[in-house]
């Protein structure tokens, strides 16, 4: 059996500046990362999506697969936002990305867990980095390093916390470019 992996790569027209396409795009995923790849400025999207910024162009390439087409479909909708709405003003678009107060958002996330499964769910032992809450006898173990919620025991108690995790982050996490 042979496999084989196509990549795709598709240009759209974009006249706004690096800035704001940054900003629209962190507004989407959440996690861009800056590359240099081949001595050109390239965003990582989804950790799938790289984006090359040209003159008057934007390149997205990903390896195809129906999630990276769908995360590739978003990333032009952004784009395509992002070039339509020019006239944002540059006040807006923040120089350095701000950091979320890390104590701030464990209480926020506790009263959370609380307010969703009851403060009888929290536990009274916390790591750092880690904290776990006890729903029904599962114990749900929240990184807050990575935000990653693992429980071997029940996969939609561990899909349910990662959502309300995600959510609070996004919620509370100030805009960054």
């Known amino acids: 059996m042979i496999t084989s992996v196509i990549t795709q790569k598709q240009s759209v027209p974009y006249l706004g500046s690096k800035q704001l396409l ?3 795009l962190n507004q989407l995923s959440g996690d861009v990362e800056k590359l240099d790849a081949h ?3 390239t965003l990582r999207v ?3 999506i790289s984006i090359t910024y040209e003159a008057g162009l934007v390149i997205l390439e990903w390896v195809a697969n129906p999630v990276n087409d769908m995360y590739a ?3 032009v909708s952004v784009i395509l ?3 339509s709405s020019k006239a944002v003003s540059a006040k807006y678009l923040l120089s350095a990305p701000m ?3 890390r104590m701030h958002f464990k209480e926020c996330l506790l009263e959370m867990m609380a307010d ?3 403060s009888e769910c929290l536990s009274s032992v916390y790591k750092a980095d880690r904290t776990q809450i006890t729903v029904d006898g599962k114990t749900a173990v929240i990184d807050l390093d990575t935000l990653e919620v693992t429980c071997e025991e029940d996969e939609g108690l561990q899909q349910m916390v990662q959502t309300a995790v995600s959510k609070l982050h996004q919620s509370i996490t100030p805009l960054t470019v």
Request: net charge neutral.
């Open 99 to 101: 950091k979320v107060d």
């Open 46 to 48: 989804f950790k799938s």
């Open 22 to 24: 940054h900003h629209y």
């Open 73 to 75: 479909d978003s990333c």
């Open 116 to 118: 969703m499964f009851g």
């Open 39 to 41: 001595g050109k400025q």
């Open 81 to 83: 936002a992002a070039d």
